[in-house]
């Protein structure tokens, strides 16, 4: 029986088209909750541009004029105080720690995943269990030990802490990651007597580096965000940019373009590390996902 070519045509079976409304419903709800964490994002910045008269109004301005006092505030125009040693000793600390933390998880992975480990299972559980303790139940015995020692105000201290504070996490992303390296190419390497330095730089580092990056930059945000051991156990010297944010709410008042421009430009670091290991983020956090 021919059919009209007025009829309707039919666009797929029942189960097809509640797959599409589905698929179309989760697609919004994910573009609606990507706003909703963008929102306050966007609203600093463009507070950070706004002067102080203008971002104190209730209900804040939305048009208002743009200005950069809120930055040149920041950066020491009024008061003289610099934010640079800060920013420095924040990166400092987050990329040592980050670059201590692949040094150390990479080789501790490799013998969870690949090396015959009896009870690794029981090892990740260890890992995990030294973050199930809060973190300020270990900051009176750390402070006693850092005064002892004399490493108070010292960024090397941070650095420490850092590093053992993400090594077990690097630890679980790493073996889950290196579980995905294909054995063959590791038994092909090991026939050609590569030893583990050989195998680790060679063979296991170019096919993890998703896994790699996306380590990395999990373990360098944390470090560039810590604040509480920082906030107790650094002064003058050794302060991170996330005290020195803290130290802009004063006895004056809290001035909000100051604030907010000072939040941007600490984010900045994190953002550029994000979009420049984007693409290796996104595989790596994936990695394994879809068997």
């Known amino acids: 029986?021919?059919?009209?070519?007025?009829?309707?045509?039919?666009?797929?079976?029942?189960?097809?088209?509640?797959?599409?409304?589905?698929?179309?419903?989760l697609g919004l709800t994910a573009w609606l909750c990507g706003i909703g964490f963008f929102l306050p994002?966007?609203?600093?910045?463009?507070?950070?541009?706004?002067?102080?008269t203008d971002a104190a109004t209730?209900?804040?301005?939305?048009?208002?004029?743009?200005?950069?006092?809120?930055y040149r505030e920041f950066f020491g125009a009024g008061s003289?105080?610099?934010?640079w040693p800060?920013?420095?000793?924040?990166?400092?600390?987050?990329?040592v720690a980050t670059v201590l933390v692949l040094l150390l998880a990479i080789p501790a992975a490799y013998a969870l995943a690949i090396k015959p480990v009896r009870k690794w299972s029981?090892?990740?559980?260890?890992?995990?269990?030294t973050?199930?303790?809060?973190?300020?139940?270990?900051?009176?015995?750390v402070y006693l030990v850092a005064q002892n020692t004399g490493m108070l105000d010292s960024i090397w201290l941070l650095v420490l802490l850092y590093t053992s504070m993400n090594l077990p996490i690097a630890v679980w992303m790493m073996r889950s990651f290196l579980a995905e390296v294909p054995v063959e190419m590791l038994e092909a390497a090991s026939i050609d007597g590569a030893g583990l330095t050989t195998t680790l730089t060679r063979i296991v580092a170019p096919v993890a580096m998703p896994g790699i990056a996306a380590t990395a930059l999990i373990s360098f945000i944390f470090s560039w965000n810590e604040l509480l051991f920082a906030r107790v156990l650094t002064g003058i010297v050794a302060g991170t940019s996330p005290v020195f944010l803290t130290g802009l709410v004063t006895s004056q008042g809290l001035f909000l373009a100051k604030v907010c421009a000072a939040a941007t430009v600490i984010s900045l670091p994190v953002i550029v590390a994000g979009f420049a290991a984007q693409d290796?983020?996104?595989?790596?956090l994936s990695l394994g996902a879809v068997k």
């Open 1 to 25: 029986m021919n059919r009209s070519p007025l009829a309707p045509r039919r666009t797929g079976s029942p189960e097809a088209r509640r797959r599409r409304r589905t698929g179309t419903l």
């Open 41 to 52: 994002v966007a609203w600093m910045v463009l507070t950070s541009f706004h002067s102080e």
């Open 58 to 70: 209730n209900p804040p301005s939305v048009g208002a004029g743009l200005s950069l006092h809120g």
């Open 80 to 83: 003289g105080i610099s934010p």
């Open 86 to 95: 800060p920013l420095i000793n924040s990166l400092t600390a987050s990329v």
């Open 122 to 129: 029981d090892v990740l559980f260890f890992f995990l269990s």
């Open 131 to 141: 973050k199930m303790l809060p973190l300020v139940a270990g900051l009176l015995p």
């Open 280 to 284: 290796k983020l996104v595989q790596g």
